[in-house]
């Protein structure tokens, strides 16, 4: 049964200190998206790649947050330095286009990193 | 403004029940339109795609109005199951937006027995 893989689950870190999040897309899936979901604002694109280059990163604050794809199986999303109000549920997904026309995306979703800023 | 609005809710209606929810979205550019359903501290996941002809999927019925930007989703016959937040989504096909997910903030629902 293919999935997204999120790691870690849950963290719960220190203000100031360096946040790294993983991601491993289903195999074949050429586009990756970072979601960051809280109460306030809903569920907010933060970047999204695709054949692992970068396309939309304009929803991330530049200053603190990096997302990266090394290689076709991992994304990774770093905050350094962490600050309270990054505390959020950080969701992976990953998407193939359905067709060479539409380039209709369907995006499935990892179960999400809980972050805890303190 | 957001790109892509919904009513948050909550709408409270007991088993059996239709309701339906509304989107609307403020780019012309919007390509492709998705529901997508969260259930609680879970992911969201495809509920269904939304075609211009207006698609039905069981109890589900999607709609898409590209003239005033406007997309629902019916639910008839409603069950305590369908107790969930659903969440409207648009894509842009174009240059580097192609594919871009854009969420809405989601509508929930409360189905009552």
């Known amino acids: 049964d293919a999935r997204v893989t999120q790691t870690p689950r849950h963290k719960v870190t220190e203000m100031g200190q360096e946040v790294t999040m993983r991601c491993q897309p289903i195999l074949g899936h050429n586009t990756v998206f970072w979601y960051r979901q809280t109460m306030m604002q809903g569920l907010e694109l933060l970047a999204y790649f695709r054949n692992r280059a970068p396309l939309d990163d304009s929803g991330m604050p530049k200053d603190r947050f990096s997302a990266e794809m090394p290689d076709a199986t991992l994304a990774t999303l770093k905050i350094q330095p962490s600050e309270p109000r990054d505390s959020a549920v950080y969701f992976c997904?990953?998407?193939?286009?359905?067709?060479?026309?539409?380039?209709?995306?369907?995006?499935?979703f990892g179960q999400g990193t809980r972050l805890t800023v303190v | 403004r957001k790109e892509v609005e919904q009513d948050p809710g909550p709408f409270n209606v007991p088993e059996g029940a239709t309701v339906a929810f509304n989107c609307t979205y403020s780019?012309?550019?919007?390509?492709?339109f998705f529901w997508y359903r969260q259930d609680c501290r879970k992911e969201p996941k495809l509920l269904m795609s939304v075609y211009s002809s207006g698609n039905e999927d069981g109890r589900f019925t999607a709609q898409l109005n590209r003239a005033s930007q406007y997309i629902s989703l019916l639910i008839r016959d409603s069950k305590l199951s369908d107790s969930a937040t659903y969440l409207c989504?648009?894509?842009?096909?174009?240059?580097?937006?192609?594919?871009?997910?854009?969420f809405g903030q989601g509508t929930t629902l409360q189905v009552k027995p």
């Open positions: 780019n012309s550019a919007s390509q492709s």
């Open positions: 989504v648009v894509t842009r096909v174009g240059s580097s937006n192609t594919g871009k997910l854009i």
């Open positions: 997904a990953s998407g193939a286009p359905t067709t060479s026309i539409s380039l209709n995306t369907e995006a499935f």
